[in-house]
């Protein structure tokens, strides 16, 4: 694809906090964007040039946002695939609807990782508890059984410790296709995000520290404990994985540190959360990273010049946010939704470390 010019119109399949995020940046690009999302009011609505209001695999919807766009992005994985691939014989569609395939079930994901040589968490495809079972007593010791899709925030999880009955279990999660994992006895989680250009250039940030609560990103911290080595070694890693899928766009890859070394925990195929910080400290951010590689332009320069830590503002912790701008350091983003629901993302912070 050639370079996207001046005035040219994105579409992003998506209009939470992330597709607000990248029309941002788009804008600053001099781009138009166009968002697809159920919600007309939703978070990218605010910033954007055109809404269109409308189920996520609604056909004609996507035909609309096709006729739009001179290149089409999603900013999450539950875009159901079928339908983007034939968005793509249409119009550009970044990151390839292949790479979505991959990050968008477990089971795929982790099996693709081992089959480039990247060690994941031992783990097996479970479709019945018979299955599970099984599965439970060859990994032995305990045990996270997740959804193979649609899972996030910690959300379609359970923790599975006894030998049997794991019949409750693999119903709370809807009796619906799963993988059981075993349960990495990590010393601290830590994230990479990295771009890929249309012409193959690849550019890293450093990697964050991250914590989270209750199944959701609370902090990342840059650099954290991750030592330059492990930063070379989490970089490498995320190289290969968008050679591999031959990537185009911004990607986070998430790993556990254990006393053996790095494993995989899952690939987003999108800017990600643990990734917010680059706005603050780095020349070029994530979103505005993504916004080059989708319009085929060159990549920018992942160098980020200080220490920070990025908090997740969640639930009622937006209110009174404006008041974190008492800290000079401090740099807010507020995604403008409307109700603070318990566990919902609001805004971020990030803060700059000064040694
Ligand atoms: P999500 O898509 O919801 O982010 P993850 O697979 O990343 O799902 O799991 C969320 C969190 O749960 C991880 O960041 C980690 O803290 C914990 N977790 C997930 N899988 C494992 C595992 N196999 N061992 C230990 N902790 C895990
Ligand atoms: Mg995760």
Redesign the pocket.
Known sequence: MSALSLGATIGIIGGGQLGRMLALSAARLGFRVAVLDPNPDCAAAQVANQVIAAPYDDPGALGRLADASAVVTYEFENVAVEPLRALAARVPVFPPPQALEVAQDRVVEKAFLNGIGIPT?EWRAVDDVQELDHAFQELGGDC?L?TRRF???????ATIRQRSPHADAFESLGSVPAIL????P?EF?LSVVAARGQDGAVASYDPAE?V?SL?ILKRSTVPGRVTAALAAEAGDIAARILEHLDYVGVVGV?F?ATTNGLLV??IAPRVHNSGHWTEAVCLVSQFEQHVRAIAGLPLGSAARHADCVMENLIGAEIDGALALLADPDAVLHVYGKGEAKPGRKMGHVTRIVRP
């Open positions: 968490a996270i997740k899972g996030y925030d910690g959300k379609g999880q994992e075993k349960k990495v990590f989680e991250n989270h199944g998430e556990f925990n899952e």
